[in-house]
């Protein structure tokens, strides 16, 4: 199904009828809206205004439209700002940051808390039983522009009480952080201080633990918001629009409240963030890289514990990444239908029309400033057509091949990263994309997750491996393939007991005895079953099970060291592997697990829901697909041209 | 004429004497004084020293030299800063800009302004009617060093102040701007906050409107001190010493009040700073782009209405670009007839004597610091023979191109550039330098201009054109080239009603459906009538004149796009053109409109002086240059070696 | 003699003594303990805990281990920075930089000052007489994590009240730094701004005193603590822990009121962060460039007027620089017979074991945090043995080559480098890096340092020569090779009168009348009796004595300038050489000295220590030592290995 992204408030009413009736052409049924509203819907502090807003909703309702109801948070006004200045957020450096854009106020603010409570009530008795609303967004991308981590008194005071929960007592914490390193230690809660703002680098134990306190403020917002809408509108689901390469709360927590997942899929914006060397960024550059939106589908899956959505899908080129090209004809139709393959509800379009002013004015739209379709419009057009003619989609299953991701991996990643260049989305991002070279279909889990359904378990890294993620794995049946500095922490940011992997050696058949990181250009070679090379890091371990077979090696004039080990219940590999490396482990991995593996080009990509098979072409050259002889094609056919979509049954 | 900078203040009185005598050896008519003297004309407040000021005018009238007098305001005194801390200007995260080098004041202060009133006036009342002082220069290069744009609650005072006057009503305001997006509606003038310090980007109406306000200042600011000089100072000059490649105030409405424009000419020093590739940064390390100076002298030329002087000329290495190199011999003599060249009523050079001390005691002078000419020095004198012998320069005549050269299309472009790399001043440069290699002399001009004089108009971009910009095109003769992004934006920064071009749909055949931006390593080509690469940026345009002609296209291997249209009253350049694309776009028009052109090397400029033709080498090759037979050479002759400066009649 | 630092409250008490038995099993004799123990010692205001230290030097004591305690100073802890927030050091944005790690102070806090005297004297009135006590350390590493400048309000009020006493009258002041630039005059001393904060760059007169006021705070702040020491501690030595690539504060009059210097050799971290080129870096990445420990012992050893430690000894991979490598196989047994070669009475690696919690988890130790000897360990068990094999080492003598190096140098080129990539460190580094590829051993001295016992003396440039440096210059009977921008600035930041090499010109035989920076990409053949490429730097020169001998030249197509000049009593160098440059140079000049040179491979270095002669290999290849046909050999053999070490007498 498709929806859209609509903003009644920024166009004279007199459009609005031939709006809704244009998006029943197009095939759109759904209709999120006023998620940024406040300042319409209570202009000055008491006195309201959702006239307007009931005559949207009733209209786009009159349509047939099903609307999404956001609440107006993400945008406090400025009245509201000048009453409570400390709602805003501060910068590590001390620097408010103030009114102006979006998203000014930090989770700690007690008072932003109540006004919020305040103003989602108002808006959930409105609209929570109203026909037409079938569901709630709240508030709108959490975190955005790094606001997640405030550092101001207010959070400062927040903190404090947290740890005052947790550790009931200085001597406690200072015990679990280690804080008689460099005379640390606290004389009371109230004295803590943020982790920034020091000479040189704070203790990681207090760094984590910030981390955790304000991913758990984020969690803590959004139930406040959700537990009133759930009272004033029975019936309705309720979600939050997450976002891509997005780590800085743990979202796994958060989407346990929540009735579906959705999340804002850019995939041409998120590859010019990504990582890329020069040559990967100007081939992927007008398509976006074939696995970046495919990682959020899975991963936002895996969220919404099975239920997800498309909440915001690039139509066009945006304006926030530093260059925004439009995107190769085709490619938003086949983002669509791939969202759709990964097994989404709905795939809702940001926005129906360009907004020709403000911060925005350079982001596509469904429609141009000028009332017409632009060519994202179009595609959007035809897929609904394709979806009118398709029917109903089936379920989408449990994939063969299980990755653990983790939220706390990242941010102990970012805290030392002993070597500048281990960034943990990077790593995650490079394995799941050798996974899906082969073909195979992924779900993305938490540490933890009961992995009895699947045929192989990929663990990219995990530094700090919870109690009940180490029962897990033991729990497995199926093979797990573990990376480097998997089981390297302890919950308090320290190194284990018996050094790493601590509590995964019963599965991780070695000791981590030094850890090497290696600047670019310095790389050692890695030859025996599976070849390549070692680079930016190499776990130096000793073999303590006698069963394990050390498959390949890491080659230095002057020593070997295990590179690919596989144990009797987990295989381990020391170092960040380069392509090839990783290509021959993860193929020997899997195929030890008994699975049956394609060779896919570099921009073909498969995708199955149900009994229907996906094939999706990012690239320029004809691929003939591997349906079999018998396949029924739903869409498209055997030749999947450049930016092609083919469905078989 | 030859002028230089001295600064008496600096030296023993002994030497003053010596050092007039020596400048009138080196041909040297003019002297400006006494721009960062406050701390000596008033060494605390309200206690005058102005003898020693006396004695210098005194006595460069006595030896014929011709003072330009200055008014201080540049550098207000230490005891100044500390009664009114609040004259400082602040940053845009909030840091205040103190005391300790120079313009630490903001243009909003209304203490300052008062406090430059008095000094103002006290200067011109002494020396307005000295028969010495020939002419006035209002303080010094105002923002250099960033300090157009302050950001401290002195200038949020000013801005609300201005915005009531302008919008009246918040409301209107909000409407003007957008402000509906993202509830960032006002609940008065008094909470306009500065369009800095927020979480994310700023509404850009709001940051287009603070650049004009603080480019309005800086007008304002000069144009008090104007009035007090002309006041005290009939029958006198006043002028100000702009900068290169500098774009932070509008200088064609300050030009207005001014009787001459004068700017600080530093070619070195300033192609260090262009954005230039690795090698044709080591190609003109040692004598600047034979476009650099140029360019500036055609603008100050249209600022000054035709009157203009260089106020500062580099007369060797400088102090303050990352690397100062010795300029190659002759460069400096070049450098001043060049500026003649181009209409120049006086090159004056910066400084008299190096300085041993203070924070520009590297920067060459015409003399070392052990009272010797300098290399530059030696060649200035030889500059200042060859003008006795050659007497009166005739006046410049109009040029038979007009490029059209726009302060705010610079800030707007700044503002979102869309694509990170879309550098208006890089592109107008390189416009620029295309018509110049075909041998043509070039006026720059605002829009809005009278274009009746010119046989072919330029416009390398203008994203906003006003009522009189387009009534202005409308009424040429003379073909005009566009560029991309033309009429892009309207008034308020919006994208126009009907999409672009706006307001110049009658002139520019195209409607621009789509923008594209490309990153580095990304470029398509361009095939056709002309031929190169497309980079950067690419308007997708439908072509709205059937009597228009595609003479390229952009080509990808999913579509063709316009590149270059002639129709009938305008080209229209759809992209960022490399430099075939703009060398051959650009012969194309120019010949299109009749006018008959040369291919000068890379390094060989040429420029015309009434009667005059002058040619520049600033390439290590002889030149053989263009000179009809029967020339008759006043500089130089047909070889024109390294160096070299030829002029024929 | 080796040592170790050990942290007797990071660990359980059970384990002291199997620690303490263990180091004499490594074959350790010194312990540094105690130096970030504060918040241990006094955990409240007045509230003191020494019980725990009494027990441990006891323990160490009995052991027959000699122990080095330090003082606590490095660590303020949070109750006594509660107190007294002032405490902190300020950046030069004016943000605090606070509790949280460590060196929180600034050393012109006087509240501090006050209560590092009372700690002080606690610890030094508990331990002076203690007969486990041998030495003393003070605080830790001085000024790590740029602490030395500090620009807070109570620093100001101290450079004040330096000022004052320096210059007595604000006139004197402005006279001196020529604060008549820019009207910078000052009203009174009580108006003097810090020299930073302001719209562009300060005084560079005011910017050198703001280094030597800082530099002499860190100066009497550790001769406090040593006063106080050697009150309660008589007998024993006093030191402290300098660091690496380290230059904020003049280390030579430091040096004065120490029994000995110590420094911290991190070797292969410094490599990281040296701008070496990128081969060179991924060459030296697990081994360090075979200078840069060397080029601090010689250092150090100065400093310490020959008697030194390296109290902080690299063990393993660190955990601060961006990548941190394991060192290859024997590199932690290279590092410490090196630095015995290059005279250390004692080395002292730190740590006893890795700490598996705090900032520094990631920072090797001799043993491993799981209570096994790391492969650093078992290395320095290898020297134990073989030190113990080998018995005392005879006394260090004077080095045939003297190279000065100056503090104020670095200062001074980083106020005004004038050529960005003009960086002191690294020249000096690469002159020194060339003596040593000759097999000679090298002195490093201050300026005004008696030379008279040198071969050659080698000044890789000195812009500011004190008349003590020029005396001693004068005295020398050996040779003198001088480079670019000696003798270019008086003591005040100013160009000396009758230009540089302004007090030198009796010494070197020209006068520089301009100077060129060059960058990247741009250099210039020099021809003639040494021949190579000009760099980053010409000074063009007059030749001013007529017995000089000009050996080079760098030749541009326009010009030829003196590069190599043999004057009667000094040789010149007006560029920064490149590598055949600088080999060619040196070479000629040390020839000229009568020195006998080798010519060793990069990877090799030759060092003496009395009548021993050592060889250390830092390369994979391996070298045949050329030691003398009856050598006999106490370490090692004639074939060199990689990572070897040979010793011959």
């Known amino acids: 199904m498709l929806g859209v992204c609509y903003y009644p408030e920024h166009w ?16 759109i049924s759904f209709v999120r809206i006023a998620e940024f509203a406040w300042s319409r819907i209570e202009p000055a502090p008491g006195r309201f205004d959702l006239d307007w807003l009931d005559r949207a909703v009733d209209l786009l309702h009159r349509h047939g439209l099903k609307v999404v109801m956001c609440t107006p ?32 106020y930090t989770f700690s603010s007690e008072v932003y808390f109540d006004e919020s409570r305040r103003i989602v009530e108002i808006i ?21 522009h790094d606001t997640v981590l405030s550092y101001s008194p207010v959070d400062r005071t927040a903190f404090q009480a947290w740890l ?28 803590v201080a943020l982790p920034v703002g020091a000479v040189t680098e704070t203790s990681p134990a207090a760094r984590l633990e910030y981390r955790r306190f304000a991913s758990e403020q984020v969690v803590a917002y959004d139930r406040m918001q959700v537990e009133i809408i759930r009272k004033h509108s029975p019936g309705r689901f309720v979600t939050h629009n997450f976002m891509g390469f997005f780590t800085e709360f743990d979202h796994w927590p958060f989407g346990e409240h929540l009735d579906l997942a959705s999340w804002d899929s850019y995939p041409i914006g998120f590859a010019e963030r990504f990582p890329f060397s020069e040559p990967e960024h100007a081939r992927w550059a007008e398509t976006s890289h074939p696995d970046i939106a495919p990682f959020h589908h899975d991963l936002y899956r895996g969220v919404g514990r099975g239920r997800w959505w498309v909440m915001e899908q690039q139509p066009g080129p945006v304006n926030w990444a530093p260059w925004n090209p439009v995107p190769k004809p085709g490619q938003i139709r086949l983002f669509t239908w791939e969202a759709l393959a990964h097994g989404a509800e709905v795939v809702s379009y940001f926005r129906w029309r360009q907004a020709p002013f403000g911060q925005e004015q350079m982001h596509a739209g469904l429609n141009r400033p000028d009332r017409t379709l632009s060519p994202g419009g179009e595609e959007a057009s035809t897929v609904g057509r394709e979806l009118a003619t398709i029917g109903a989609l089936p379920a989408s299953g449990k994939a063969p091949v299980a990755l653990v991701f983790d939220y706390e991996a990242c941010w102990i990643l970012e805290i030392q990263p002993q070597g500048k260049d281990f960034d943990y989305r990077e790593l995650v991002f490079r394995w799941y994309e050798a996974i899906r070279r082969f073909g195979l279909d992924v779900d993305i ?25 180490v029962a897990a ?38 000791r981590v005895t030094q850890v090497s990181s290696l600047r670019p250009g310095l790389t050692k070679p890695v ?55 990783l290509t021959g482990t993860m193929r020997g991995f899997l195929e030890a697990a008994g699975l049956e593996l394609m060779d896919l080009p570099e921009a073909i990509r498969i995708r199955r829901r149900g009994a229907l098979t996906f094939a999706f072409n990012y690239g320029p050259q ?28």
């Open 527 to 581: 030859e025996g079953a599976v070849a390549g090379l070692a680079m930016r890091w190499i776990d130096h371990v000793e073999i303590k099970d006698a069963k394990a077979r050390v498959l390949s090696e890491v080659v230095d004039p002057a020593y070997r060291i295990p590179a690919v080990i596989a144990g009797p219940r987990g295989w381990y590999v020391t170092t960040w592997p380069d392509a090839d490396l």
């Open 473 to 510: 794995f033991e729990a497995s049946n199926a093979p797990i393939l573990f990376g480097p500095r998997t089981g390297s922490k302890t919950r308090h940011y320290a190194i284990p007991e018996g050094l790493p992997p601590g509590p995964l050696a019963s599965l991780i058949p070695v």
């Open 124 to 144: 959930a008795k409105r609209y929570g039983a109203h026909p037409g609303v079938v569901g709630w967004q709240t508030d709108n991308e959490y975190g955005c």
């Open 622 to 649: 004809t691929y003939r697909v591997p349906a079999p002889e018998d396949a029924v094609f739903l869409l498209g056919a055997r030749e999947l041209p450049a930016q092609g979509v083919a469905c078989w049954r």
């Open 445 to 469: 889990v938490p540490p933890g997750a009961d992995l009895a359904a699947y045929r192989a378990v990929v663990v990219p890294t995990l530094p700090y491996a919870s109690e009940a993620a």
């Open 164 to 191: 005052r929960r947790r550790y009931q007592s200085p001597d406690r914490l200072d015990e679990a952080w280690g804080n008689v390193f460099w005379s640390m230690e606290t004389p009371s809660f109230d004295a």
């Open 12 to 27: 004279p009413e007199s459009w609005w009828e031939d709006d809704a009736r244009r998006m029943r052409e197009v095939g």
């Open 73 to 104: 948070t993400a945008t406090p006004p400025k009245w509201l700002m000048d009453l409570h200045p400390d709602i805003a957020p501060m910068d590590a450096e001390g620097r408010v940051r103030g009114f102006g854009s979006r998203r000014h």
